[in-house]
């Protein structure tokens, strides 16, 4: 099954790199792969991945069982959407922090994992949600009791609190129970923890020393800037910034003590590079809002309208190597829905996503073209791993809602070296065999052509211009001054792209490196 998957590899890769095969043929040499790492993440809704014990619900056993797909696309890790014990669903509401949801299996399932994953070279990370806890959790149910040590651990109004305050999330802030009120900024489901309280500390902090304990890599932190950002007029309050940013130095600290390496990426959702710069200090990457927003905006109209002025920003404000760039996640729409469904514009959404230095997350399904649309259920849907949606395994836990025919399948993808699951191990392994591409300094060259969008990448071993025609009308790019130096294609998605005359000449949609 893998020599199969890695012989359709380096035929889609020599045909759809035409112009520089000994590149593309260098990208799948298993003696290159075995030794680079691609820097991708992908994230995975566990209950919505495979199963394997028929109860029609994802479970971890199931996320080891596809192991084996995960190494043929090329990933470095996993990111596990939360796997603790919740009442909801999707999980963001914890009961307990050291236990494993029954519904996705055992501690030894895990552990399992764990161990099979690294034996591959992946990486896990999981989600740590501990801005707040489910209010069935048993240190709220004690803190219900104003008497009890945990009545503290949680933030209650006091008499001059304005019930009636909106959180910055946009729902309630205040939440009535009994004669209290406690604080819970997405909902009353979820009451807030207060990090001013050194016991809570101390817990989140033994919580994560277990996790890395048992082997986890790091985690994904789930809404990291609201651990003090409550309310709306907090959020751009430089003092709150600090203190959330102080709070999760601590934490960094005690994880690094804790595994070296350890890999903290934290959900901070703003609008601007240079807002998400100070986190950097205080963790290893946050996620990328703006340019996952710009990447679909500029693929979508097929013009660079803003792309690299924002690059030229992410250049100034985040290190080298270290940004977490994303085109969606299970709380926005798929973006082949966003995307209006043009394969086209997808896969080009996909290859400006690959080829941007940091560690990129691919969302599961992404790479079939899967759609979803709000409400968020929907973006969750089973991955699809046979062209029949009742297959073994598919997970069974909600409905579709996309549309998506057995066309977008793993099982109708696999072998078709101009699928959309081939485009995306092409581009990943165009990561592992340049690692520029990883690890490169960014910097925006002057490009008039707004059908164009260009970004060279430095590091020790190479110098690399990387150009996308976003158009679907030929385009041609003048390598002159500072560019002249780029004068022969290293990769390229399409097999007629070509430098002649000091002018590289793109066919439509088609992207190149340059050495």
Known sequence: MIRRIATSLLFALIALAGSAPSAAAAASSPATMASATS????????????????????????????????????????????????????????????????????????????????????????????????????????????????????????????????????????????????????????????????????????????????????????????????????VDDPAILQRNLAWWSSFHAAMTKARPGAYLVGEVTRDDPRQLAPWYGSLDAVFDFPLAAQLIRSAGSERNHGLDDLLGRIAASIPAGRDAPFLSNHDQERVMSQLDGNPQHMRLAAAMLLTLPGQPFVYYGEELGMRGRKPDPDLREPMRWHRDPRGTGESRWKDFSAGDGPAVSVDAEQDDARSMLAWYRMLIGWRRALPVLRDGALRVPAVDNRHLAAWELTDAGHDVLVVHNLSHQPQTLELAGPLARFNRVRLASQPDASIADGRLHLSAYASVVLQ
């Open 39 to 234: 820097g991708v993440w992908y994230e995975i809704f566990v209950r919505a991945w495979y199963d394997t014990d028929g109860d029609g619900i994802g479970d971890l056993n199931g996320v080891t069982a596809k192991l084996d797909y995960l190494q043929s696309l090329g990933v470095s890790g996993i990111w596990l959407m939360p796997i603790n014990p919740s009442p909801s669903y999707h999980g963001y509401d914890v009961t307990d922090y050291d236990a494993i949801n029954p519904q996705y299996g055992t501690m030894a399932d895990f552990d399992r994992l764990l161990r099979e994953a690294h034996r591959r070279g992946i990486k896990v990370i999981i989600d740590l949600v501990v801005n707040h806890t489910s209010d069935r959790h048993p240190w709220f149910l004690a803190a219900r009791d104003p008497k009890d040590p945990h009545h503290a651990w949680y933030s209650w109004a006091g008499p001059d609190t304005d019930l009636h305050a909106a959180s910055a999330t946009g729902g309630q802030a205040w939440h009535a129970l009994g004669g209290q009120h406690y604080l819970g900024i997405f909902t009353g489901e979820m009451p807030d923890l207060d990090f001013d309280t050194p016991a809570v500390r101390a817990a989140v902090t033994d919580a994560g020393r277990r996790w890395l304990a048992r082997g986890v890599d790091g985690f994904r932190l789930d809404a990291a800037r609201h651990v003090y950002a409550d309310f709306p007029e907090q």
